[in-house]
């Protein structure tokens, strides 16, 4: 590791909180990651394969990747999902800069890219052309359609959370909403590492490598297979999740004698039980036609009403602490500002320290991976790279020497770093 890693592992290790696993003992120490990508679905892709300990070289272009800059709510995606990685700037469009990639590729075990239909074979490192140079490599395109009659159409996060239904669910009828956070890029992003992962296993069988593909449209059926089950269970369409029938009597959000607001949600007959002897609802244990969920359910119009006068003569603080007291599953409504501050985040090291690029002295502290590794939790090894930061040491470890390296930068097929 380097001092810098070293630095920022020791910075997380005491300020996150939680043993974080170190860099010697990651999964994926051992593999090596070139990756072509920008926005959300192949950053995250990659981000998670880089927490997991593989050697992330990011391929920016020349400038420095889009995303750096961007506003509006697109303004944290640059912080949340390329740490762990290092950067090299390329302009793919020069002869140079092609070659340089292609050596790239050559040393790597995976390579990832994300650009629109068609454009990765236009810059010449298309998979039939980079399977030649490295017939061991794992190739994933992360795109907006698996194969199909869509297969060359744009597609954007929400484009596929509407067309695939999953913005109709989550709005309300005739309103389509979509989801409150990029869910169908980071959800490509990671079946690209499960198809990734599978793909590595299979090579220590075969010794070759393979060309796999995730894509957003797909990842939005899987989320709302679901509802088509439902549909072929019942004969009925599921209605938006905003005007449902709920599966169960009690899954609702209440408002509490401070104007707060939490979610309670009974699910089986042991939290009904529960439930009721914490709050003396004696009769409704007592009550033959309320025995069953399904009961309880068409009980609703009773049971509702009950629930929510009692929530209205207790503060937030005291609900939770009768709720968690009877085991039952409940929440507080969150905002994701509110989690800097999350108890149990802090406490269990679920948050990592990062340094921002703002042009000034900030940092942040953004989610780890959710995983435990043996019961530790995996750590930050690197901050932010800055754009083409790593390209010396890059094209060093690729066999290239400092005359060759200078004559590249001089030339403008690979950014000088800052």
């Given at each position: 590791?380097t ?9 997380s290790?005491?300020h ?12 994926l ?19 998670v394969?880089?927490d ?20 509006g ?52 490192l ?29 597609a ?29 890029d ?20 075969t ?6 593909k995730s ?8 989320l ?5 089950a ?24 209440f408002v509490?004698q401070d ?13 009904w039980?529960?439930?009721?002897g ?16 399904a ?50 985040l ?5 948050l990592?320290d990062l ?11 953004l ?7 043996g019961?530790?939790?995996l ?18 470890e ?13 030339g403008?097929?690979?950014q000088?770093?800052?």
């Amino acid at each position: 590791m380097t001092a810098d890693g070293q630095k920022a592992a020791q910075h997380s290790a005491r300020h996150s909180g939680g043993d974080k696993l170190p860099a010697e003992e990651l999964p994926l120490r051992d593999i090596k990651v070139v990756e072509f990508v920008h926005t959300v679905m192949g950053p995250s892709c990659g981000v998670v394969l880089a927490d997991l300990g593989a050697e992330v070289i990011k391929i920016e272009p020349v400038g420095g990747d889009v995303t750096r800059r961007l506003a509006g709510s697109g303004a944290g995606y640059w912080a949340m999902f390329n740490r762990n990685k290092r950067s090299i700037a390329l302009d793919l469009k020069s002869e140079e800069g092609r070659a340089v990639a292609l050596d790239l590729i050559r040393g790597a075990d995976v390579m990832t890219e994300n650009f629109g239909p068609g454009t990765i074979d236009r810059l010449g490192l298309g998979w039939e052309t980079v399977r030649e140079v490295n017939p061991r490599l794992i190739f994933c395109a992360l795109k907006g359609f698996l194969g199909g009659p869509y297969e060359n159409r744009m597609a954007l996060d929400e484009v596929c959370q509407i067309m695939g239904g999953l913005a109709y669910m989550t709005g309300l009828p005739g309103k389509p909403m979509r989801a409150g956070a990029s869910v169908i890029d980071v959800m490509g992003g990671v079946f690209g590492v499960v198809g990734i992962l599978s793909a590595l296993h299979e090579r220590e069988k075969t010794g070759r490598g393979r060309h796999i593909k995730s894509a957003l449209f797909e990842s939005t059926l899987f989320l709302v297979g679901q509802h088509m089950a439902f549909k072929s269970v019942t004969g009925k369409a599921m209605p938006p999740m905003s005007v449902r029938l709920s599966a169960w009597c009690v899954y609702d959000i209440f408002v509490t004698q401070d104007g707060q607001q939490c979610f309670l949600g009974l699910v089986t007959d042991n939290n009904w039980k529960r439930f009721c002897g914490e709050f003396g609802y004696d009769d409704w244990l007592a009550d033959p036609g309320l025995k069953t969920n399904a009961e309880r359910v068409h009980a609703r119009e009773r049971i509702i009403p009950r629930i929510t006068a009692m929530m209205k003569e207790h503060t937030l603080d005291q609900i939770v602490v009768r709720l968690e007291r009877a085991q039952l599953p409940f929440a507080p409504i969150g905002r994701p500002e509110d989690m800097f501050d999350d108890p149990h985040l802090n406490q269990g090291g679920g948050l990592l320290d990062l340094a921002l690029e703002t042009g000034e002295e900030k940092s942040t502290r953004l989610p780890v991976l959710p995983l435990e590794w043996g019961g530790r939790k995996l750590g930050l090894r690197r901050g932010l790279p800055g754009t083409s930061q790593h390209a010396r040491d890059v094209l060093k470890e690729a066999g290239y020497d400092d005359a060759r390296i200078d004559a590249l930068f001089s030339g403008g097929a690979v950014q000088k770093p800052d």
